[in-house]
């Protein structure tokens, strides 16, 4: 399997569609998920935030992001950017780009 390689077209999400996500590993013993998601112009509905039992580590490998905290902050993820997001902080996906679709690997890490 490569990280790259996206379904057909057809079944990419759409906007307003749920994200694409997959379990590239689990141990539930160590308390690990690392995942592939895929966005094609997601973000979180109006006055939702996560907030994750898990702290989360996350890398954009293609697209572009914007992610926005509760506290006020919020920044772009280009290709290549990564964010480390603690467990119970409060964030939301407030954009992401359509074309190219974006394609996150998330490690999730019970704490």
């Known amino acids: 399997m490569n990280i790259f390689t996206l379904p057909a077209e057809a079944e990419l999400p759409g906007v307003g569609e749920e994200e694409l996500h997959e379990t590239l590993f689990q141990n539930d ?3 690990v998920l690392i995942e592939r998601i895929v966005s094609a112009g ?3 509905p109006p006055g939702f935030w996560y907030d994750q039992e898990q ?3 996350v890398v954009l490998l ?3 992001a914007g992610l926005a905290w509760q506290d006020g902050r919020a920044m772009t993820l280009e290709k290549g950017d990564w964010v480390f997001i603690p467990a119970h902080t409060r964030h939301r996906l407030a954009w992401t780009s359509q074309e190219p679709p974006c394609i996150w690997l998330a490690v999730h890490i019970n704490t």
Do not use: I, L
Request: hydrophobic share 15%.
């Open 42 to 44: 997601q973000a979180s």
């Open 62 to 64: 293609q697209g572009r």
């Open 29 to 31: 013993q160590r308390g």
């Open 55 to 57: 702290d989360e580590w």
